[in-house]
């Protein structure tokens, strides 16, 4: 089916590569959201999930590893209205620019963050990423990774993240559904996609994925920290799909205006405009 969000480009990831059903997820939530293509941002680092702006008709910015985040915000406090998408990589999120993860579930900015975490480095060919499991084989540790992984649901839950999911590339519907819920939040809505790389992953493949995976059915209370937590440690034998916690909390605007406006709104900024751009001329 034809969606005003199809893009001509081609798509340079390879054949059966997760990162085909996180796209086909992402239009459907774009479709269903009502949103026409303008009013939409698209921003991301660099790796596999970091070619995803060019492969949707949307406002698209793709620029350096690990960078995509503080880019998203200030694109969000210039233009509020914007629906703004920021897509990782586990390697993109979670190691180079862990530190913007961080910082942006404080910042609490109205942003969608989906990372998605093949659990490898597969642009550069298969290092370890921070959610490689330990002892993961590579050309460069043969002997495999001597790192912990991270668990990156707890890093944000830690930081109190008001909306923490995870989604999984083989359940695109189910996915689309996250997305929606998570343009839905007010505040920095967070999901981490299992998505496999089926050229340098060759443990967690679409599989291993669908043994273990299983979705949070209507009884799961995503309020409750200590179920989330629960939820978050379930890894080897099976993992939860669906929203692992929400809760309300001030979003950036919100506490912004409790002090002052953010500049960038109270100012006509408009007027430097063509002065800037004739710098780059
Ligand atoms: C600052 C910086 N460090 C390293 C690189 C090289 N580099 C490019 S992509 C990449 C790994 C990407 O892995 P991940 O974020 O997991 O994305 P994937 O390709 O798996 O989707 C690395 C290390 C870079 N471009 N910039
Ligand atoms: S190397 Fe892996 S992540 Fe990259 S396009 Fe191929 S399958 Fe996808
Ligand atoms: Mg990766």
Redo the contacts with the bound molecule.
């Keep these: 089916m034809s969606s005003v969000f199809d893009h001509n480009f081609e798509i340079q990831w390879c054949p059966g590569c997760g990162n085909f059903g996180i796209l086909k997820a992402l239009k459907a939530a774009l479709d269903k959201s009502g949103k026409n293509p303008s009013d939409v941002s698209v921003v991301s680092g660099?790796?596999?999930?970091g070619k995803t702006p060019h492969y949707v008709n949307t406002n698209g910015f793709n620029g350096l590893?690990?960078r995509a985040l503080p880019v998203a915000s200030g694109l969000k406090i210039s233009n509020p209205e914007q629906l703004v998408i920021v897509h990782g990589?586990?390697?993109?999120g979670y190691g180079?620019g862990g530190n913007h993860f961080i910082h942006g579930i404080r910042r609490n900015l109205d942003l969608n963050y989906f990372v998605?975490n093949?659990q490898?480095?597969?642009?550069?060919k298969g290092q370890a990423?921070p959610t490689s499991s330990l002892g993961t084989a590579s050309g460069i540790q043969p002997s495999g990774t001597i790192m912990e992984p991270i668990n990156p649901l707890k890093l944000a839950m830690s930081l109190d993240c008001g909306f923490i999911a995870r989604g999984f590339s083989g359940e695109p519907a189910h996915l689309t559904e996250l997305m929606l819920e998570a343009f839905a939040y007010k505040g920095f809505a967070y999901i981490d996609i299992l998505q496999p790389?089926v050229v340098f992953n060759k443990v967690n493949t679409y599989s291993w994925y669908k043994e273990r995976a299983y979705k949070l059915d209507s009884n799961y209370d995503f309020s409750s920290k200590a179920s989330a937590l629960e939820k978050m440690e379930e890894w080897d034998e099976q993992i939860p799909l669906g929203v692992i916690y929400k809760k309300e909390k001030p979003e950036y605007f919100e506490k912004a205006s409790l002090t002052n406006p953010p500049k960038v709104q109270s100012s006509d900024h408009k007027q430097y405009w063509n002065e800037i751009l004739s710098l780059y001329k």
């Design positions: 660099i790796g596999q999930s590893h690990g990589g586990d390697g993109d180079e998605h093949n490898i480095y597969g642009l550069t990423s790389c």
